[in-house]
T-cell receptor, first 113, second 115 residues
Framework: GDSVTQMEGPVTLSEEACLTI???????????LFWYVQYPGEGLQLLLK?????DKGSNKGFEATYRKETTSFHLEKGSVQVSDSAVYFC????????????FGTGTSLTVIP | DAGVIQSPRHEVTEMGQEVTLRCKPI?????LFWYRQTMMRGLELLIY????????DSGMPEDRFSAKMPNASFSTLKIQPSEPRDSAVYFC?????????????FGPGTRLTVL
């Protein structure tokens, strides 16, 4: 079945460091891919998405490129800030699975000043 | 636009009591999802609806859990009787599949504590 695997955390970085959170997926159809972010005490918020191969999603300095050949959707940011501290979830959704979303286990990021 | 609305935001109850969580999805959305989040198990999909019809309830842990969606603007998740291991944050999310777009928007969650 469809699934998402993301790198385990927690990840701790200094401010202005580069961030990469790996995400790979398994899907029988042609999924859309998403990154969600969850700040402490809040629900998940959509950070960015890509709906087809080679699409790049971007938002708030974060980027992820839909790589069909490597079945990956890694999240990157060139310079993280303390305010980026949160849990990040990779997810996929496909029409052939009734638009159900499959979430990764989440990666906790802490950015220290 | 109002986002997904959940109530209550916090619920503390005693073991054996009935708990009802409520969700109002975003207007115009045709899919609704109930999730449970705990430190031990992460984010788990409990059940989801398309056009008010339950599509997959395989994530509902036990018969003590039930969910309804009587109309497009309201859903409930009921636990009866509640147990301490049900303590978690319960999220409702809604989405709309239109023109190939497919996104999910989460509510703020209900933090349930069963004593």
């Amino acid at each position: 079945g469809d699934s998402v695997t993301q790198m385990e955390g927690p990840v701790t970085l200094s401010e202005e460091a580069c961030l990469t959170i790996n995400c790979t997926y398994t899907a029988t159809g042609y999924p859309s891919l998403f990154w969600y972010v969850q700040y402490p005490g809040e629900g998940l918020q959509l950070l960015l998405k890509a709906t087809k191969a080679d699409d790049k999603g971007s938002n708030k300095g974060f980027e992820a490129t839909y790589r069909k050949e490597t079945t990956s959707f890694h999240l990157e940011k060139g310079s993280v800030q303390v305010s980026d501290s949160a849990v990040y979830f990779c997810a996929l959704s496909a029409k052939n699975t009734g638009n159900q979303f499959y979430f990764g286990t989440g990666t906790s990021l802490t950015v220290i000043p | 636009d109002a986002g997904v609305i959940q109530s209550p935001r916090h619920e503390v109850t005693e073991m054996g009591q009935e708990v009802t969580l409520r969700c109002k999805p975003i207007s115009g959305h045709n899919s609704l999802f109930w999730y449970r989040q705990t430190m031990m198990r992460g984010l788990e999909l409990l059940i989801y609806f398309n056009n008010n019809v339950p599509i997959d309830d395989s994530g509902m842990p036990e018969d003590r859990f039930s969910a309804k969606m009587p109309n497009a603007s309201f859903s409930t998740l009921k636990i009866q009787p509640s147990e301490p291991r049900d303590s978690a944050v319960y999220f409702c999310a809604s989405g709309r599949l239109a023109g190939g777009r497919n996104e999910q928007f989460f509510g703020p969650g209900t933090r349930l504590t069963v004593l």
